[in-house]
């Protein structure tokens, strides 16, 4: 008789193949299940899971951990916790700041945690030829990364005119990860029905940018695995579940994007999806077959996401499948517990520039102009066409109508480049907000209702080496500093979270928004590739023209 690790009788075990529960014995060994049912083995190890649920640990199928602001070792911590025991990571932000030496941190530092961590390659450094980033990855830059096991396709392909044109460097990254045997992620922001049938020819057959039931038909037309993405600022799922049903339900997944921590550990990930998900009406072991083995199979995963023999022992074990009430959560085998991790070193300051305070004077030659507006939750902007004060021809914030400066500051080699725009929507009432989070190029972006409180808050972020800061008109309020390439912290992800809170009730102090997280908005409001127009450290851009534009009209 062959002994195992463990046994685990008597709990309700989610068949993914079948989508429904079924009272079944699982039998683990050595992180692995060999047995579903009824056999002749013995164990050392017996759980009874009576009254229990049990499911698949959850897959994040698109998610940039560097969003959460802390490191993947300290945001392993707090997903295990959540039921998620793998993710899909794209690195293109700290790669946008560090190059492949930015890679190879996140690589090594998520080897801390139980947390399986896979990363697709960041296919776009520079994201587009629009603004400046601190490194360019080539086709030749990435591939000998596939040398890491945790690598295991190429991320988010956005630049859809590259694709369309057949760029010799975009269709060499494409094929790399193909040739590895792996493959590459989409970003169909605003593509049309033929747009995406491009994508799909040169191999993309993913995307996590489908906002509305129109666009998630789009994709299934086109042979598409959808990402329904539930993020902090991308907030999709109450648009989109409906087009889920019984007979597509195996092309569809969920994704976060872009999480804070104190989100991830207040609301959830994945597991918050699947609570929404079912709370519009979706069957939870439909939820659940999405959040686990159809994620698994969109990335080509194998013996991962499914209860079965020859899957990996990952296991969430819940007291109501319905509320997602997870109860303990089981990774190859063995009880999550605690783990006492430290995240790396984060080395130099990533922020070089020498703005000065005449750099942010907006001379205008008319009074009317193109305004950035937010969408509150949507990292899409509407394209705003406003009267705007002037002052000696130069732009002046107007709190009263809620039209504000904002910059983009290059910040990694100093290039003196610095583009300055409009925006409505922070409803600012003195001071300003700066970081240097800024998608995709991660440039230092600030926003503000007068000069001297917008040079303040850069200043202040230079002088920490990159973070979140909030000032009023005289002082700075609070500063979340963000050491590793400005973009995550380098403490644990309890204090990380501190921070978070006290910058946010710092801004509360100068802004009467509360429909939408302002920091993570500001830091969308720089990429050019999202509807309808940005600003970048070159400019104001217009994405449905694909060119930059004057602020006046």
């Known amino acids: 008789m062959r002994t195992v690790d463990t046994c685990i009788k008597n709990g309700q075990v989610l068949n993914v193949f079948k989508r429904q529960f079924e009272q079944r014995d699982l039998w683990i060994d050595e992180g692995i299940i060999i047995a579903v049912g009824s056999t002749d083995f013995a164990a050392k190890n017996v759980i009874d899971a009576r009254d229990k649920y049990i499911v698949p640990g959850f897959i994040d199928a698109h998610v940039h951990i560097e969003s959460s602001m802390v490191t993947p070792s300290e945001v392993g911590k707090v997903l295990l916790k959540h039921g998620v025991t793998a993710i899909f990571t794209d690195p293109h932000e700290i790669a946008n700041v560090k190059g492949t030496a930015g890679i190879e941190y996140m690589i090594q530092d998520a080897r801390q945690t139980a947390l399986d961590v896979f990363f697709m390659l960041p296919s776009s450094v520079p994201c587009t030829p629009f603004e400046h980033a601190g490194a360019i990855l080539n086709a030749a830059d990435l591939k000998p990364l596939y040398q890491y096991p945790e690598v295991k396709g190429l991320a988010e392909v956005m630049d859809y005119p590259a694709v369309a044109a057949g760029d010799s460097e975009t269709m060499a990254?494409?094929?790399?990860?193909?040739?590895?045997?792996?493959?590459?992620?989409?970003?169909?922001?605003?593509?049309?029905?033929?747009?995406?049938?491009?994508?799909?020819?040169?191999?993309?057959?993913?995307?996590?940018?489908?906002?509305?039931?129109?666009?998630?038909?789009?994709?299934?037309?086109?042979?598409?695995?959808?990402?329904?993405?539930?993020?902090?600022?991308?907030?999709?799922?109450?648009?989109?579940?409906?087009?889920?049903?019984?007979?597509?339900?195996?092309?569809?997944?969920?994704?976060?994007?872009?999480?804070?921590?104190?989100?991830?550990?207040?609301?959830?990930?994945?597991?918050?999806?699947?609570?929404?998900?079912?709370?519009?009406?979706?069957?939870?072991?439909?939820?659940?077959?999405?959040?686990?083995?159809?994620?698994?199979?969109?990335?080509?995963?194998?013996?991962?996401?499914?209860?079965?023999?020859?899957?990996?022992?990952?296991?969430?074990?819940?007291?109501?499948?319905?509320?997602?009430?997870?109860?303990?959560?089981?990774?190859?085998?063995?009880w999550i517990e605690d783990q006492q991790t430290n995240p790396l070193p984060a080395g130099a300051s990533t922020v070089h520039h020498h703005l000065k305070l005449e750099d942010l004077a907006l001379p205008l030659k008319s009074d009317y102009c193109h305004v950035i507006g937010i969408q509150p939750n949507h990292i899409v902007t509407d394209h705003l066409k406003e009267h705007v004060n002037l002052k000696d021809g130069q732009f002046v914030a107007d709190t009263d109508s809620d039209i504000l400066k904002m910059a983009v500051i290059e910040r990694h080699h100093d290039l003196g480049t610095v583009g300055l725009g409009i925006v409505h929507g922070f409803k600012l009432q003195c001071g300003a907000v700066a970081t240097t989070i800024a998608h995709d190029s991660h440039n230092l972006v600030v926003v503000g209702t007068n000069d001297e409180a917008m040079y303040r808050a850069v200043q202040e972020l230079t002088n920490v080496g990159g973070g979140i800061t909030v000032v009023d008109d005289n002082h700075v309020l609070a500063t979340m500093p963000l050491a590793v390439a400005g973009l995550m912290s380098d403490k644990s992800y309890q204090d990380a979270a501190k921070d978070l809170k006290k910058i946010t009730e710092a801004y509360d102090k100068i802004s009467s928004n509360r429909e939408f997280n302002p920091f993570i908005t500001l830091s969308f409001l720089t990429l050019p590739v999202i509807p309808s127009i940005k600003l970048t450290d070159q400019g104001l851009f217009d994405f449905d023209q694909y060119r930059f534009i004057e602020n006046e009209i």
């Open 173 to 334: 990254k494409i094929n790399d990860a193909i040739e590895a045997g792996y493959h590459a992620d989409g970003h169909a922001a605003g593509l049309t029905v033929d747009q995406l049938d491009v994508y799909r020819q040169a191999g993309i057959h993913t995307d996590h940018e489908a906002g509305n039931v129109q666009e998630i038909n789009d994709r299934l037309a086109t042979g598409f695995s959808v990402f329904l993405r539930e993020g902090t600022v991308e907030r999709d799922i109450a648009n989109t579940i409906q087009a889920v049903n019984e007979s597509n339900a195996q092309d569809f997944s969920f994704c976060t994007d872009d999480k804070l921590i104190d989100d991830l550990m207040d609301e959830g990930s994945i597991d918050y999806c699947i609570k929404l998900a079912i709370q519009l009406g979706l069957r939870p072991e439909l939820a659940y077959t999405m959040a686990s083995y159809n994620a698994a199979m969109a990335h080509n995963l194998p013996h991962t996401g499914a209860l079965a023999a020859g899957y990996h022992a990952d296991l969430v074990f819940l007291d109501d499948p319905h509320k997602v009430a997870i109860d303990s959560v089981m990774k190859d085998g063995a």
